[in-house]
């Protein structure tokens, strides 16, 4: 099979690796920086063209107010430093989800990003922040109602965050969890999926090179038969 365009990670286990080792959730979350670089540097090696990362949920507002917060400033400094660096390795940055209810700070540090690595071509980098994948899909068909729109598949996507990204071929979970937990539904209707034990801060580029590999060793028959 060949290189999957699209690969989506559903950044899993922070917190767990955090508590195995006696420290606070948000630990977890600050190693976690360091597996971003690698799946970075892994999609730039294999010559990926999308690479979307879950970041955060929109059920992720259930969790303590304080971790929450802690996220977002997390968040907000990665985009203000990591930024430069991207841009440098032809790395274009979007961000999808709910913008509304994130801090000030947060969208600005997010529309900077966007505007600064609008040229960028080599990759694709998408931030799933506040996301959710039933909130898109009611989100775009609430849109098209209110235009009086007919919704259909075209249709729906088209009103999506970002209509012009590819499905993705490849869905990796870390931490073992078997599961998409509302994560891109529609699009992963024929996405391929691989699941490691390992947490996320520990991922590395070699093990994002071993998930490329599995995939090509699979058939893609999207509802139909083999051939041959």
């Known amino acids: 099979m060949s290189l999957p365009r699209h690969v989506a990670i559903i950044m899993d286990g922070n917190g767990r690796w955090a508590e195995a080792r ?14 971003i670089r690698e799946a970075v540097s892994g999609a730039l090696e294999a010559g990926v063209e999308w690479l979307t990362l879950f970041a955060f949920s929109t059920e992720n507002w259930r969790r303590p107010s304080s971790e929450v917060r802690a996220l977002f400033e997390l968040f907000e ?36 990003a966007e505007r600064a690595s609008a040229n960028a071509d080599r990759l694709h980098l998408v931030g799933a922040l506040n996301y ?19 919704i259909t598949e075209a249709s729906l996507r088209s009103a999506f965050y970002l209509p012009e990204m590819p499905d993705p071929d490849l869905i990796i979970r870390t931490s073992g969890e078997m599961r998409l937990s ?18 996320w801060p520990d991922f590395t580029k070699e093990e994002f090179a071993h998930a490329i590999r599995a995939y090509q060793t699979r058939r893609r028959r999207f509802g139909g038969v083999p051939q041959g």
């Not at 509302?182 to 209707?189: E, V």
């Open 77 to 112: 400094s990665v985009l203000r430093e990591e930024t430069p660096e991207l841009v440098e390795r032809g790395v274009r940055i979007h961000i999808i989800g709910d913008r509304l209810h994130l801090p000030d700070s947060l969208r600005e540090a997010i529309e900077a």
């Open 22 to 35: 006696g420290l606070p959730r948000y630990r977890g979350h600050l190693a976690g920086h360091g597996a």
């Open 182 to 199: 509302n994560f891109f539904l529609w699009q992963s209707a024929y996405s391929e999926i691989w699941v490691t034990e390992t947490l």
């Open 132 to 150: 959710g994948g039933r909130q898109e899909i009611v989100r775009a068909a609430a849109q098209l109602a209110a235009l009086g729109e007919p």
